[in-house]
C-alpha cells in the first residue's frame, strides 16, 4: 500500500511531491525503521475493537509491518463490545491474531488498547504483564490506546511519566500508577505514547507516521486513502465538550459498572 501511495504522489500529485524527487519517494523508510521487528497489537478478549483496530489500519495503509498478538493465536479474541448485560457473556465479532505472546520476544513498537472489564482482567494477568515488561525493555516505543495505559501503569512503565487515558477517572487512575494525567488527544514522554479513549488511537497512530516518515505529504496520502476528516453530527466527545449532567451519568454508569463487576478496583 505504501508503494501505491508513493506511485500516486509521483504521478497524479506532483503539487504534493514537492521538492522530493522520484528516487527519494520511492526510497521512503521509517525512521527509526519499525519495519525491523515490527508493530505488533497485542489483542485480548474485552478490549475496545476500534482501540486495536483504527491503529492496524492506519500502520498497515502506511506500510508498517503491522501484526496482531494474543496470549493463543489460536483462540478467538471478543471484544468487550458485544459485552451481553443479561448475561455477563461476550459474544458476537471475533478477531483472530497472527502471533501469540511466546512467539514474540522483540518489537519496534507495542501497542496495548483498553476496554473495561476485560482490561481490569489484563491488570492482574501475571503473564500478561511480564510479557509487556519483557518486551519493552527493547522497543523504539511503548504505546497504549484508552484504558491500555492501565496496563501499561500496571506494569510499571508510567512511573513518573506525563500521560493521558479514557477520560473516566483519569486522573485519579494515573496517580494510582505514579504518573500524571494530561488531557491531551495523545501525549508522548520519551519512549511512552500514550492515547485518550477509543478514536484517539487513530489520532496517535497518524501521529506516530508523520514522525517516523517526517513527511507531511505521505502522511495527508494516508489520511486521505483513509478519508478520515472527522465530522460529528453534534458537539461532543470529550468532557469539556459534553454536558454536564451526561459526563455525571456516564461516570455514575461506569462506578456502577466497577463496583458490581470489579469490586476495590477503581479509585475511591
Known amino acids: 500500500m505504501r508503494k501505491i ?36 497489537i497485542l489483542i485480548y478478549d ?11 489500519q492506519v500502520f498497515k ?6 501484526f496482531l498478538i494474543a496470549k493463543d493465536k489460536n483462540q478467538l479474541v471478543v471484544p468487550g463490545d458485544n459485552f451481553d448485560p443479561a448475561t455477563f457473556q461476550r459474544q458476537g465479532m471475533s478477531i483472530k491474531a497472527e502471533k501469540s505472546i511466546s512467539e514474540v520476544s522483540q518489537l519496534d513498537i507495542l501497542l496495548i488498547p483498553g476496554g473495561a472489564i476485560g482490561t481490569v482482567e489484563q491488570t492482574l494477568s501475571p503473564e500478561t504483564l511480564a ?41 485519579e487512575f494515573l496517580q494510582r500508577y505514579g504518573a500524571t494525567y494530561l488531557p491531551r ?20 497512530a497518524l501521529y506516530l507516521v508523520n514522525k517516523l516518515f517526517g513527511v507531511k505529504d505521505y502522511t495527508q496520502a494516508v489520511m486521505l486513502d483513509l478519508e478520515y476528516d472527522p465530522k460529528p453530527p453534534i458537539r461532543g466527545g470529550s468532557v469539556k465538550k459534553t454536558k454536564r449532567n451526561v459526563v455525571d451519568a456516564m ?18
Open 46 to 56: 474485552g478490549m475496545n475493537a476500534l482501540d486495536a483496530i483504527g491503529p492496524y
Open 131 to 171: 510479557w509487556i515488561q519483557a518486551v519493552d525493555k527493547t522497543t523504539l516505543f511503548t504505546t497504549s490506546v484508552c484504558t491500555g495505559a492501565w496496563i501499561l501503569g500496571q506494569a510499571g512503565l508510567l512511573q513518573g511519566k506525563q500521560a493521558t487515558t479514557n477520560w473516566y477517572r483519569a486522573k
Open 61 to 66: 495503509q502506511a506500510g508498517l509491518k503491522t
Open 5 to 40: 501511495i508513493t506511485l500516486l504522489l509521483l504521478t497524479l500529485f506532483p503539487v504534493l511531491a514537492g521538492a522530493l524527487t522520484h528516487e527519494e519517494l520511492m526510497s521512503l523508510t521509517p525512521k527509526p525503521n519499525v519495519n525491523v521487528n515490527g508493530v505488533g
Open 251 to 268: 461516570r455514575a454508569m461506569y462506578d456502577w459498572a466497577f463496583d458490581t463487576l470489579t469490586p476495590g478496583f477503581r479509585p475511591q
Open 185 to 204: 488527544r495523545y501525549v508522548q514522554d520519551g519512549k511512552y505514547i500514550t492515547a485518550a479513549g477509543v478514536t484517539a488511537g487513530t489520532d496517535m
